[in-house]
């Protein structure tokens, strides 16, 4: 299958070589990878030309946008920056980060899910993290979510669902809106991807509310919203995020944000996310 990958980067000059070269180094070779830099301060456009001048099947597109990262916004228009250069001679489509190192059959297997049933939309593996010299899970969400950093989309899924919407929540709510249009979601637990940078380290208050402000605009409704509140404070051991995502949920509703997706939408997530966790106390 032929399939495109999507890097928005922003001063990776540590990482990103790693990432490109285990790329390159696939069983199965990706027929376009396009690394957008938005706006890096460091080397990291330098480094991608060193690869963009030993395989034409990479390229390197710079974008110039703020400095300040808010989680989902920023990655997800450099993204869109990537899509707009690319065409439609895909079959399927990866946004990925530029911290990782993917194994070097990484992109067969995925293939091979997508050519297995012609209704799975989304697939991908579990990112891991290095820590006391062992690489560990990172372990922040339910095994049949698949991360963020390493999204991987059926072309008609993609399409179908919008394609990723430039917000924090990006990486839900694309997930659940496949399940609303009844695609499957596969993940396969063999597939170890090495996460460089720890998830959310750079983090600030400001963020943290806009993770509140997601669960708002996914349609979770407060109850919903706290149990995951809570369940990711505890996940990251930092109990006390629990009141910055709440705080960032009650600011979004005092003011009426619109919802990412529509009230039909938004009622299919409350009771697929109150399914769930009935499975989980029962």
Same mark, same amino acid.
């Given at each position: 299958?032929?399939?495109?990958?999507?890097?928005?980067?922003? +001063?990776?000059?540590?990482?990103?070589?790693?990432?490109?070269?285990?790329?390159?180094?696939?069983?199965?070779?990706?027929?376009?990878?396009?690394?957008?830099?938005?706006?890096?301060?460091?080397?990291?456009?330098?480094?991608?030309?060193?690869?963009?001048?030993?395989?034409?099947?990479?390229?390197?597109?710079? %974008?110039?946008?703020? $400095?300040?990262?808010?989680?989902?916004?920023?990655?997800?228009?450099?993204?869109?920056?990537?899509?707009?250069?690319?065409?439609?001679?895909?079959? !399927?489509?990866?946004? $990925?980060?530029?911290?990782?190192?993917?194994?070097?059959? &990484? /992109?067969?297997?995925?293939? +091979?899910?997508?050519?297995?049933?012609?209704?799975? #939309?989304?697939?991908?593996?579990?990112? &891991?993290?290095?820590?006391?010299?062992?690489?560990?899970?990172? +372990?922040?969400?339910?095994?049949?979510?698949?991360?963020?950093?390493?999204?991987?989309?059926?072309?008609?899924? !993609?399409?179908?669902? #919008?394609?990723?919407?430039?917000?924090? #929540?990006?990486?839900?709510?694309?997930?659940?809106?496949?399940?609303? /249009?009844?695609?499957?979601?596969?993940?396969?637990?063999?597939?170890?991807?090495?996460?460089?940078?720890?998830? #959310?380290?750079? &983090?600030?208050? $400001?963020?943290?509310?806009?993770?509140?402000?997601?669960?708002?605009?996914?349609?979770?409704?407060?109850?919903?919203?706290?149990?995951?509140?809570?369940?990711?404070?505890?996940?990251?051991?930092?109990?006390?995020?629990? !009141?910055?995502?709440?705080?960032?949920?009650?600011? $979004?509703?005092?003011? %009426?944000?619109?919802?990412?997706?529509?009230?039909?939408?938004?009622?299919?997530?409350?009771?697929?996310?109150?399914? %769930?966790?009935?499975?989980?106390?029962?």
């Amino acid at each position: 299958m032929r399939y495109y990958i999507i890097i928005p980067t922003f +001063n990776e000059e540590k990482f990103i070589s790693l990432t490109l070269q285990s790329l390159v180094e696939q069983t199965v070779l990706p027929s376009k990878v396009v690394v957008v830099n938005d706006g890096s301060t460091d080397n990291t456009a330098e480094i991608v030309q060193l690869f963009v001048e030993k395989h034409a099947f990479i390229t390197l597109i710079n %974008k110039t946008s703020e $400095a300040v990262h808010l989680p989902g916004s920023k990655v997800i228009q450099a993204f869109n920056k990537g899509l707009e250069t690319i065409d439609d001679k895909y079959d !399927f489509i990866v946004k $990925a980060d530029a911290d990782l190192i993917f194994p070097p059959h &990484y /992109f067969e297997t995925i293939s +091979n899910y997508f050519q297995s049933d012609n209704r799975i #939309g989304m697939a991908g593996g579990f990112c &891991y993290i290095e820590k006391n010299d062992e690489w560990i899970l990172e +372990n922040l969400t339910d095994k049949d979510h698949i991360r963020g950093a390493i999204k991987a989309y059926r072309k008609e899924t !993609f399409k179908q669902i #919008g394609g990723l919407k430039p917000e924090m #929540g990006w990486d839900t709510v694309d997930e659940l809106l496949c399940k609303f /249009f009844n695609w499957k979601v596969v993940t396969d637990n063999s597939l170890h991807v090495k996460h460089l940078k720890p998830t #959310g380290a750079n &983090y600030n208050q $400001a963020a943290r509310f806009k993770q509140g402000e997601a669960f708002y605009r996914l349609g979770y409704g407060f109850w919903i919203t706290a149990i995951a509140s809570l369940k990711l404070a505890l996940l990251k051991k930092k109990p006390f995020l629990f !009141f910055d995502y709440i705080q960032g949920f009650w600011k $979004a509703k005092s003011v %009426k944000k619109p919802l990412l997706i529509t009230a039909e939408q938004a009622k299919f997530i409350r009771n697929y996310r109150w399914k %769930k966790i009935k499975e989980k106390i029962f």
